[in-house]
């Protein structure tokens, strides 16, 4: 199958025989994904998970300075309001559902910021492995974006409630080390030993049976569909129907744009 990507880099066999890597290539806005960006990438995901001859997928965005920084906010705002109304789940506007449903493991390579649906994508991958420089983190609450749902609630299974809901409530930023410390990744290298690391973990992954691979995930994510269905339910329309007229969402969004610290005060009165 011919695949034509403007947003990715997908290449077969990079680096390492048997892994494909799917690299975000938008380096100019930090790699932020948009809906085509989505788009590809789930299709890349679907390409891989089908192809026989590809054991383990690397999941990255170009350069060094960013692995994804969320969604493009010149997007995202009318992408989730539109997700809502057709009673979509958010999680539609990331690629989860096809990193899920590629029965390969998959490798977040995060090579600087993870942020926002970049963080997501770093913590639902099935390992992560980061350069010294990387930086995470949550801004839902900072610009107006109302992340619902198993995309919010799976972070607890992976750092523990606590720590869940203080990356979420104060959108804090967190090290690389900080990100180990708290179970965030699996290791963390200088960054000019990040390829040599996640070649490393590709070729244990390929050494091992691949139809044992393809068991193990789809029982971790049996244990995780499990959580997804009891997350349905629409957050956003129960609690605040009226969140994306209110002025409250665009206040976040304007912000952001203006590089200025959003005021929602007025939204507790």
């Known amino acids: 199958m011919a695949l034509d990507f403007q947003d990715i880099l997908y290449e077969k066999h990079h680096r390492v025989q048997g892994a494909a890597w799917i690299i975000i290539n938008r380096p100019d806005v930090r790699n932020a994904f948009r809906g085509q960006t ?9 390409d891989a998970g089908q192809d026989r001859a590809i054991g383990v997928v690397v999941l990255t965005g170009a350069g060094d300075r960013a692995f994804c920084s969320g969604g493009d906010v010149r997007w995202l705002a009318e992408a989730e309001k539109q997700a809502l109304s057709e009673g979509r789940d958010l999680s539609s506007l990331v690629p989860h559902e096809a990193m899920r449903q590629c029965l390969k493991p998959v490798i977040a390579r995060i090579n600087g910021y ?23 983190g949550q801004v839902g609450p900072r610009v107006g974006s109302p992340a619902s749902g198993h995309l919010v609630s799976y972070l607890v299974r992976v750092v523990g409630a606590k720590k869940a809901r203080e990356i979420w409530y104060l959108c804090r930023r967190y090290t690389a080390r900080e990100a180990l410390e708290m179970g965030l990744v699996n290791a963390v290298v200088p960054y000019d030993k990040l390829d040599e690391e996640v070649d490393k973990w590709c070729r244990e992954i390929l050494a091992a ?32 129907p009226e969140f994306f007229t209110s002025g409250e969402s665009a206040e976040g969004m304007t912000a952001f744009s203006e590089k200025r610290e959003p005021d929602f005060s007025r939204f507790r009165r």
Not at 38 to 46: G, N, Q, R, S, T
Not at 220 to 235: D, G, P, T
């Open 114 to 136: 993870a942020i926002g649906g970049g963080h997501h994508m770093a913590y639902f991958a099935d390992l992560s492995i980061a350069a010294e420089h990387a930086m995470f």
């Open 38 to 46: 989505v788009e590809e990438m789930i299709a890349a995901f679907d």
């Open 209 to 240: 049976s691949p139809t044992c691979l393809a068991v193990l995930k789809a029982t971790f994510e049996a244990e995780y569909e499990y959580l997804r269905e009891q997350s349905k339910r629409n957050w956003v329309e129960d609690i605040a």
